[in-house]
């Protein structure tokens, strides 16, 4: 079946450590996008790649890294420079960017640090 | 002025009952509308797109106003299954931007 895997789905980090959240996704989508989501929160956009070799920042990118070498494969990496990282990451892709799209979230991952 | 606004709830109503929420945005750009549905703890996913001129699925009905800049979103006949946040997304030609979600739970 076709989906978005994220991984893993706990995720512990001590002070002043980088972790990387994995999403991987076989339903050939070009789009993918970061989500953070806090308790009682919305969802709110850390990066989005719009295709290959190509991303852009979100309206909260400080703290994180991503890159885009393949299409199935879309990394997000929370640096030290985080202060607040405790949170729930989704990643989710669409077919293609811009409007119209309907995106497929995977089931998350849930960032603590200790 | 938030972006996508939306009423927190809680909603708590009978099962059987039939409930309407709304979701207001304001970037008047925005050209897609969609509901999304999220369980406790789970990720969200998509439970209908909103076409300009309204669109049905099953107990489901989503409506675009475009003057006032809202969509909304009505369960007919609500089933204890349907408790759940349910989040309004709209784009333009950036991503999609999500509204706080708005809770409901169904009673038995």
């Known amino acids: 079946d076709g989906g978005i895997t994220q991984s893993p789905k706990y995720l512990f980090r001590k002070e002043g450590q980088n972790v990387t959240l994995s999403c991987e996704q076989n339903?050939?989508?070009?789009?993918m996008y970061w989500y953070r989501q806090d308790p009682g929160q919305g969802l709110r956009l850390i990066y989005y790649?719009?295709?290959?070799?190509?991303?852009q920042k979100g309206d909260i990118a400080e703290g994180y890294s991503v890159s885009r070498e393949k299409k199935e494969s879309f990394p997000l990496t929370v640096t030290s420079a985080q202060k607040n990282p405790t949170a729930f990451y989704l990643c989710?892709?669409?077919?293609?960017?811009?409007?119209?799209?309907?995106?497929?979230f995977g089931s998350g991952t849930r960032l603590t640090v200790v | 002025r938030k972006e996508v606004e939306q009423d927190p709830g809680p909603f708590n109503v009978p099962e059987g009952a039939t409930v309407a929420f709304n979701c207001t945005y304001s970037?008047?750009?925005?050209?897609?509308f969609f509901w999304y549905r999220q369980d406790c703890r789970k990720e969200p996913k998509l439970l209908m797109s909103?076409?300009?001129s309204g669109n049905e699925d099953g107990r489901f009905t989503a409506q675009l106003n475009r003057a006032s800049q809202y969509i909304s979103l009505l369960i007919r006949d609500s089933k204890l299954s349907d408790s759940a946040t349910y989040l309004c997304?709209?784009?333009?030609?950036?991503?999609?931007?999500f509204g706080k979600g708005t809770r409901l739970s169904v009673i038995a």
């Open positions: 989710a892709s669409s077919i293609l960017s811009g409007p119209g799209y309907g995106y497929t």
């Open positions: 339903l050939n989508h070009d789009a």
């Open positions: 790649s719009q295709i290959v070799n190509d991303f």
């Open positions: 970037n008047s750009a925005s050209q897609s």
């Open positions: 909103v076409y300009s």
């Open positions: 997304g709209t784009s333009g030609n950036t991503p999609l931007v």
